[in-house]
């Protein structure tokens, strides 16, 4: 989430927040103050940490996901690895002993 600095009202040194209109924006309107127009004002920081635990825990699930995706990919890439090594192997052994067929075919049709 973006922060900004503003001075507060009552201290003149600069702090972080949060910026209102983007957790509205976001569908958080819960953790929102809004004006007297309707405007999102401040937010209900004793409440943000709640939220963000939350967050926290959906990306923990999602990394998990994603680092056991990662490893079944690892484990059909090396598979599919050995099956290519082992078809390349089968071909080549086939293309050798066509090379030796045509060898004896050339050798075969210049004799006569």
């Not at 401040?42 to 940490?49: D, G, H, I, N, P």
């Not at 090396?78 to 052994?93: G, I, P, V, W, Y």
């Amino acid at each position: 989430m973006p922060f900004t600095t503003r001075p507060p009202q009552r201290d003149t040194k600069k702090t972080s927040s949060f910026i209102a209109e983007e957790f509205d924006q976001l569908g958080l309107g819960n953790l929102v103050i809004y004006n007297r127009d309707g405007q999102p004002d401040a937010l209900k920081y004793e409440m943000v940490s709640l939220y963000l635990l939350e967050v926290v825990k959906d990306q923990v699930q999602t990394t998990k996901g994603q680092a056991e995706t990662i490893e079944q990919l690892k484990a059909e890439n090396e598979s599919l690895k050995a099956q290519l090594q082992s078809q390349n192997q089968s071909f080549e052994r086939r293309f050798e002993v066509l090379e030796t067929r045509m060898e004896r075919y050339e050798s075969v049709v210049v004799k006569y």
